[in-house]
């Protein structure tokens, strides 16, 4: 009968194959190959090894097993059959040598090897990756708000066409075909993209889908972990090989090398026919900082904005919100005119109605003052907004400054110096400012991914010399009328 050896016995010969291996490829290749290579267990015949990814058993089962398995009977004087197997890949085992067995038992009991733990739940198929990662594991998911679900969406004309693209999306079943692939939604903070790309991610596992949800933050962080780690490979093998890929915040990805990797990533997914679905605050043009060909790539799937919330749907969004407030804390009461009140004239976007309500709330609890209309005004009368501008776009604001001055979109947008460009330049920023929603930091980014420093500078500069001169003030007066128009 097969058994198990010693693991004095074992350790020995497995280091010393390592170190030649090592000796014989570099230090640099060892790395990347063969530091996630584990010895599992060991018997007369057979030697167990393991990898975490089918990739890097593929490729040492093609380049270098052989070469193993004659260095293993150099250095033992016994020739065993090598195998290779694929291991969990997010669970690494924890305080285990790379030299010792998983599994040793003693040639006196005979008792045979233990198999290998199932896998955990949040592996199985169908089931969204949200696991925190431990050690060099890495592609795991961002934690998912189990509130935003495509049931708790209150839907309106601005973002229906968002939300059936989505839902369509989640409820693919698996194996079939990916459907509006890549999904690209778009707006400004607050209207709902986070809500619908973690319900895709929550609905997509609920169809037997292998979901991953990632903020560009994670991806990034998940990325560099894994090259620090060694485990690179592992990290593009997992996300490469899932069924649905959820990315939000794209706009915050930056650094060539991950800008590489997602583009990588990106065009195996969709060559190898699985779903990718993407959020950010810009449509994919605009989105400056990334490679040329990833911009036309998400262009060509299907990019659906979120609109400003329309009056009726921020009244039923504060509707929906009250129910939730006033079933957490008894006796908060907010009477129908007041929610029509916020509805007419509170923010842009359905944060601030969550801070109306919660304003209220913290009124009402503090003062003990019951909810009126007179206490609502004053409660919330720095959120108040004058007036429900117009929307206009970057995009439109580069486009007429451009013409305007004679210069191209790329001059505005590059770190050009000369006078005939820098000045355009602050007056398309200034506009920026005064015509839209975007914070400094956003205007920046899409200004060739300047800093807000940068924005406020040339927004002060135009506010400064508007006030003296005459001509200038009639020149952007008229630049403001035809962003409005386009």
């Not at 599992?40 to 975490?52: C, G, K, M, N």
């Amino acid at each position: 009968m097969d058994c198990a050896s010693n693991p004095s016995a074992s350790a020995g010969p497995w280091d010393r194959v390592l170190q030649r291996l090592r000796e014989e490829i570099g230090e640099e290749k060892f790395t990347s190959w063969f530091a996630r290579m584990d010895l599992d267990a060991l018997t007369a015949d057979v030697v167990r090894l393991s990898v975490p990814t089918r990739f890097l058993k593929s490729w040492i089962q093609e380049n270098y097993l052989p070469r193993i398995t004659d260095i293993w009977a150099e250095e033992t004087g016994a020739r065993r059959r090598v195998d290779l197997a694929v291991r969990n890949a997010f669970a690494r085992p924890v305080a285990l040598k790379a030299s010792a067995p998983r599994e040793v038992v003693s040639e006196r009991t005979e008792r045979p090897v233990e198999s290998k733990p199932a896998p955990r739940a949040s592996e199985a198929r169908g089931e969204v990756r949200e696991m925190v990662p431990t050690g060099g594991d890495v592609a795991s998911g961002s934690p998912l708000d189990p509130r935003l679900t495509f049931e708790s969406f209150v839907v309106g004309k601005s973002n229906s066409l968002a939300f059936a693209a989505a839902r369509k999306v989640a409820e693919t079943p698996a194996g079939a075909a990916p459907v509006y692939n890549p999904l690209y939604l778009h707006a400004a903070v607050g209207l709902g993209k986070t809500h619908l790309l973690q319900a895709v991610a929550r609905a997509g596992a609920a169809h037997g889908r292998r979901t991953t949800y990632l903020t560009a933050e994670r991806f990034m962080y998940g990325f560099v972990s894994a090259l620090k780690s060694h485990s690179a490979i592992a990290f593009k093998d997992t996300l490469r090989t899932i069924d649905t890929l959820v990315i939000d915040d794209l706009q915050f990805l930056k650094g060539n090398n991950l800008q590489q990797e997602f583009c990588h990533t990106l065009n195996a997914l969709l060559d190898g026919g699985r779903q990718v679905v993407l959020a950010a605050d810009c449509l994919p043009g605009e989105l400056e900082h990334l490679d040329e060909r990833v911009r036309s790539r998400l262009a060509g799937g299907l990019v659906v904005e979120l609109a400003p919330l329309e009056e009726d749907l921020r009244l039923e969004i504060l509707k929906a919100r009250y129910q939730t407030l006033a079933e957490q804390h008894q006796g908060f009461a907010v009477p129908a005119p007041v929610l029509e009140f916020l509805a007419r004239s509170v923010g842009q976007s359905g944060r601030d109605l969550d801070g109306a309500l919660n304003k209220l709330l913290a009124f009402n609890q503090l003062t003990g003052e019951p909810v009126t209309l007179d206490m609502a005004e004053n409660a919330v009368k720095d959120l108040i907004r004058p007036t429900d501008p117009k929307r206009v776009r970057v995009d439109d604001i580069l486009r007429v400054v451009a013409k305007h001055y004679n210069v191209s979109r790329a001059d505005l947008l590059s770190q050009r110096r000369t006078a005939t460009v820098v000045k355009p330049r602050q007056i398309a920023m200034y506009l920026a400012k005064t015509l839209t929603l975007r914070s400094l930091p956003e205007i920046g980014r899409r200004f060739g991914g300047r800093d807000h420093t940068t924005v406020l500078h040339a927004v002060r500069k135009i506010d400064g010399l508007v006030a003296t001169d005459r001509a200038l003030a009639d020149e952007i007066e008229v630049l403001k009328r035809l962003a409005l128009e386009s």
